[in-house]
């Protein structure tokens, strides 16, 4: 099974339907759940997912009664969520290389230590790092 590092920019694109890229985030979902992917992640994930979708909501893009939905659904993915304190240096490396935040590098981290694929929806990010990091994909590339 492929191990795959997704950020929140990704795991919106499932709850949001006005996202850009939303079919290619949710092709990834079904692939996880059909055990084809295994994703992982920073333990930060559901806190982004969860402060993500309150902004959402007060900016119109999702009614509240739907947040409560949307956050069961995500945590009962069982995503495999691993604790900064196992690569907070390659936190603070990636940060300072690419002038991303800690949240940012977090990801980038994981990736790097576990020899997995990082695939993101931020723009910003992907075109920080896409020159040297080969391994951080483009959401629109998979």
Same mark, same amino acid.
């Given at each position: 099974m492929n191990r795959v590092v997704i950020?929140?920019?990704?795991?919106?694109? $499932?709850?949001l339907a006005d996202e850009e890229l939303g079919p290619k985030a949710l092709d990834l979902l079904d692939k996880y759940v059909s055990d084809d992917l295994d994703f992982l992640a920073p333990s930060l994930l559901p806190y982004e997912v969860?402060?993500?979708l309150?902004?959402?909501q007060k900016r119109?893009?999702?009614e509240e009664k739907r947040i409560l939905e949307a956050i069961e659904?995500?945590?009962?993915?069982g995503i495999k969520l691993k604790d900064l304190s196992l690569f907070y240096p390659r936190v603070l490396k990636f940060s300072q290389a690419f002038s991303r935040s800690a949240y940012d590098a977090s990801y980038l981290a994981l990736?790097?230590?576990e020899s997995a694929i990082f695939i993101t929806a931020d723009k910003t990010l992907f075109s920080n790092v896409k020159e040297e990091l080969k391994w951080?994909? $483009?959401?629109g590339d998979v």
């Amino acid at each position: 099974m492929n191990r795959v590092v997704i950020d929140a920019s990704v795991a919106m694109k $499932w709850y949001l339907a006005d996202e850009e890229l939303g079919p290619k985030a949710l092709d990834l979902l079904d692939k996880y759940v059909s055990d084809d992917l295994d994703f992982l992640a920073p333990s930060l994930l559901p806190y982004e997912v969860v402060n993500r979708l309150m902004i959402a909501q007060k900016r119109g893009r999702i009614e509240e009664k739907r947040i409560l939905e949307a956050i069961e659904g995500f945590m009962a993915l069982g995503i495999k969520l691993k604790d900064l304190s196992l690569f907070y240096p390659r936190v603070l490396k990636f940060s300072q290389a690419f002038s991303r935040s800690a949240y940012d590098a977090s990801y980038l981290a994981l990736a790097e230590e576990e020899s997995a694929i990082f695939i993101t929806a931020d723009k910003t990010l992907f075109s920080n790092v896409k020159e040297e990091l080969k391994w951080v994909k $483009w959401l629109g590339d998979v």
